[in-house]
């Protein structure tokens, strides 16, 4: 299985994520965009997850709830800025339990011999703002989230 490479950026407020999958950058994009599709692999395995809206244009907005098995809800929301594609994705992000603390997400999807690395990188408002994001769990949120979105691309693959 690839692995996830999670830098915070010395000095600056980002994190930069790095990941290859077996996947075209198409099937990538529409993972992050079709609702049916995200709500298979966003997140950990022990939280179920919601789309309450994806509406994925320029100026269009989303919001994802996630939900512990005691019935606790974790919402994120946020705003797509140009016109999401198979290239990349460009959006803000905000975690509602601490509203106010908007971070900047771009993404790109590149085709790199029949497998394509993605690359994301978050900005957010300051570095104590992103070392809250990194002490928050993120991390192993990420990992396992790209894991299962391996799985679901190696399900979804056409049978040769």
Known sequence: MAKTDITAVPGMPQIV?????????????????DPELL?????P??????????????GGTWRYIHED?????FA??????????????????????????????????EEQGGKTLLRSMATYQSIEVRDIV????MESGVVEGYERLDE????????S
């Open 69 to 73: 098995r005691d019935g606790n809800e």
């Open 76 to 109: 994120f929301r946020g705003v797509f800025h140009g016109t999401p594609s198979p290239e990349g994705i460009t959006q803000t992000s905000e975690f509602e339990g601490a509203p106010g603390n908007v971070s900047l997400e771009s993404m790109t999807f």
């Open 39 to 43: 709500v298979q692999w966003l997140g």
């Open 152 to 159: 679901l691309a190696e399900k979804m693959a056409p049978v």
């Open 17 to 33: 994520i790095t990941r290859e999958f077996n996947a075209s950058p198409e099937f990538l994009f529409r993972a992050h965009t």
């Open 134 to 137: 990194i002490a928050s769990g």
């Open 45 to 58: 395995r022990d939280l179920a997850m919601k789309v309450e809206r994806l509406d994925a244009q320029h």
